[in-house]
């Protein structure tokens, strides 16, 4: 059971229920400014969704699996993999991100680092040591040629 609470999908919808409740309980006088917020929030949340569907096609082609904690048959290198080695964990900080601003939110923005901190030590680094170990130098040379978030 707790293999399919620990998802990043789930951490993500935890911190956007933290972030609604701040904004809705405890505004504290802060905000963003208005209209430029919604409409840069509306742009990262679609951004971000735009990377995780552009990504779940990249695995899709390549017949490999999206769940975090499983075994990958394929290394993807290709599409948005060429660009970011995370473009899942990228679009969900985006979506963090973009709804924060929409609902203005402003101290929960503190959540944007704690969120990516989780991910990157729950998901990111266990990820790249399986795939270290399955791909060896195809997995190095990756690395080096392509960054771990942007």
Known sequence: MLKWIDLPPVWLLGCLALAWWQSAQYPLGLSFG???AEFAGGLLVGGG???MVMAAVEFRRHRTTLIPHEEADA???SGIYSRSRN???????LVLTGFILR???????ALVPVFVWIIETRFIIPEENRLRRRFRADFFRYCQKTRRWI
């Open 87 to 93: 473009p899942i964990y990228l679009g969900d900080a």
């Open 49 to 51: 969704v735009l990377l």
């Open 34 to 36: 208005g209209a430029w």
């Open 103 to 109: 609902w203005d939110a402003v101290p929960s923005l």
């Open 75 to 77: 290394l993807v290198q």
